[in-house]
């Protein structure tokens, strides 16, 4: 796999409202570049699961990558990565006081319903010419 150096990688689910809004949220905030992003759906995002050892019968929301360093899934990846943006922002860390399953219980709620809430996509989001960078 060819994956940028010293970059944080969020894999995401490409088709959905809520997921997309994050991203956006995300590119909005990450004022260092310090991130790239991939649909869960495409060629290198099931690389990069396969890669990793992450079955996506179990996921198919959010996951980060740090390459050659580590993995998050699920409310883990959420707070590291809004951990990256600093300020105030940091204080986000302040969940990892409550164990990641009960942080997951809540996760999967909101994973498992988000189609219904947010609505999905027929396909992936295509990024405006400035921000093809960021995307893998």
């Known amino acids: 796999m060819n994956l940028p150096e010293e970059k944080k990688i969020i894999l995401f689910d490409g088709i959905c409202n809520l997921c997309d809004s994050m991203v956006q949220y995300v590119i909005r905030h990450d004022?260092?570049?310090?991130?790239?992003?991939?649909?869960?759906?495409?060629d290198l995002g099931k690389e990069i699961l396969a890669h990793i050892g992450i079955d996506t019968k179990h996921i198919d929301s959010v996951v980060l990558y740090e390459p050659?360093?580590?993995y998050?899934?699920?409310s883990s990846a959420a707070i590291e990565i809004v951990k990256?943006?600093?300020?105030?922002?940091?204080?986000?860390?302040?969940?990892?006081?409550?164990?990641g399953t009960?942080?997951?219980?809540?996760?999967?709620?909101?994973?498992?319903n988000r189609y219904k809430w947010f609505g999905k996509k027929?396909?992936?989001?295509?990024?405006t010419e400035e921000l093809r960078a960021k995307f893998l």
């Open 84 to 99: 990256e943006f600093g300020g105030l922002f940091h204080l986000g860390t302040i969940f990892k006081i409550i164990p």
């Open 72 to 74: 998050y899934y699920k």
């Open 102 to 112: 009960l942080r997951n219980i809540v996760y999967d709620y909101i994973a498992k």
């Open 68 to 70: 050659g360093k580590a």
């Open 122 to 127: 027929d396909a992936c989001m295509i990024p």
């Open 31 to 42: 004022k260092r570049d310090i991130f790239r992003f991939v649909a869960l759906q495409s």
